[in-house]
């Protein structure tokens, strides 16, 4: 799969902007603050329905203005296709593939893949398991519907359950109800997450010791309440409920779900160097690309923003020899504030590429692997 062109209209500091890209190599160079980021995230919003920001939609919309439109003309599967979303100020958002709006935006997760690589991943180390919990949820349910449907079920369920505890229900048969519901989804998320982690740790390991090298030992293990299999969540709930009811929210289930990340047998946040840190996050990034061409059968976006600070010469060096290897990535997009930068990366990189320099939210279209480099 690859993203042919795209069109942008008041989103966050773009005013407006038209852009065609290569299908190899995409980079965009500037200070920080100029757009780079915000046109990856208008990437990242085409493919998931939202900001990888965390911004709600209004919030998106350029300063002064009251709407945003943005719309993606991609090749998937050697068929034309396009998505277009638009938002206007206190109202609900469109989203459309080929002109026809989406009942569900859950049916669009999954068809038009990413994996982005980004300053923030720092928070997957030294967060809380709640930034390693999304990191499962938005894997995976890009890769599976039906996992993101019961997501989607037991966390409606999981708020009703709270509502309940907090307002002190005391209704038994209310409780069982919510809670059955809940059972059934959680075992198909806690066997989900597992085998994800699973699939994904050889990848992992692989390449991690790619970028890094050898005598590091890197390890994922996924945490959950339900280990073991001779005892329900039901059950759990039946036995936590009297301290539920005193906190006023459920304390187990997979919504506390974690993943345990090591080096060396130790935890990363206490063990590693920041170069050690990146090397993990983009390893683990990297593997998650991984496992979703598999999954999904099509070749996931790859956005790599700002993804060289904090590494030396020599990982940069192999990190882009990773993604450039055989035909095991797709069409990547780069952002980097250092031209000399991303000169040595299209050395060694080849192939088709274009750089586009960001200021103001606006992009000049300039060196390409079919142009001259006449800035030097």
């Given at each position: ?263 060396n047998k130790l935890p990363v946040r206490r063990a590693a160097s920041q170069g050690q840190c990146k090397s993990f996050t983009v390893a683990m990034r990297l593997a998650q690309y991984d496992f979703l061409r598999r999954s999904a059968g099509v070749a996931p976006l790859l956005l790599l923003d700002d993804i060289f600070d904090k590494l030396d010469s020599r ?62």
């Open positions: 799969m690859r993203l042919k062109r795209i069109s942008i209209n008041n989103f966050k500091n773009i005013a407006e902007a038209r852009l065609d890209f290569s299908p190899d190599i995409n980079c965009f160079l500037g200070n920080n603050g100029m757009g780079k980021t915000n046109l990856l995230d208008a990437i990242h919003y085409l493919s998931l329905a939202r900001s990888f920001s965390g911004l709600n939609d209004s919030a998106l919309i350029r300063r002064g203005t009251d709407f945003m439109m943005l719309r993606g003309e991609y090749d998937r599967h050697g068929i034309d296709e396009e998505i277009s979303a638009g938002v206007i100020a206190g109202k609900r958002k469109s989203f459309k593939r080929k002109g026809k709006e989406y009942q569900r935006l859950s049916d669009h997760i999954g068809l038009f893949p990413l994996v982005l690589v980004a300053p923030s991943d720092t928070d997957l180390i030294n967060g809380t398991g709640e930034e390693r919990r999304r990191l499962m949820d938005m894997v995976i349910s890009q890769s599976d519907p039906v996992y993101l449907d019961h997501l989607i079920r037991y966390s409606r369920s999981l708020q009703q359950r709270n509502k309940m505890l907090r307002d002190h229900v005391a209704d038994h048969n209310l409780y069982a109800a919510v809670e059955m519901a809940m059972d059934f989804s959680a075992d198909y998320l806690a066997k989900s997450r597992r085998r994800w982690v699973e699939e994904l740790t050889p990848i992992f390991t692989e390449l991690y010791g790619a970028i890094a090298g050898d005598g590091e030992a890197p390890a994922l293990r996924y945490q959950t309440h339900l280990d073991d299999p001779t005892q329900s969540l039901a059950e759990l709930f039946e036995r936590t409920r009297q301290r539920d009811t005193i906190t006023g929210h459920t304390t187990v289930g997979p919504h506390r779900d974690d993943l345990e990340l090591t080096l990982r940069v060096e192999r990190i882009i020899s990773i993604v450039r290897s055989g035909n095991r990535f797709g069409q990547i997009f780069i952002t980097d504030t250092n031209r000399d930068h991303l000169d040595s990366i299209m050395e060694i990189a080849g192939g088709d590429y274009r750089i586009w320099e960001t200021v103001n939210g606006s992009f000049k279209d300039g060196l390409s692997s079919n142009t001259p480099d006449t800035t030097k």
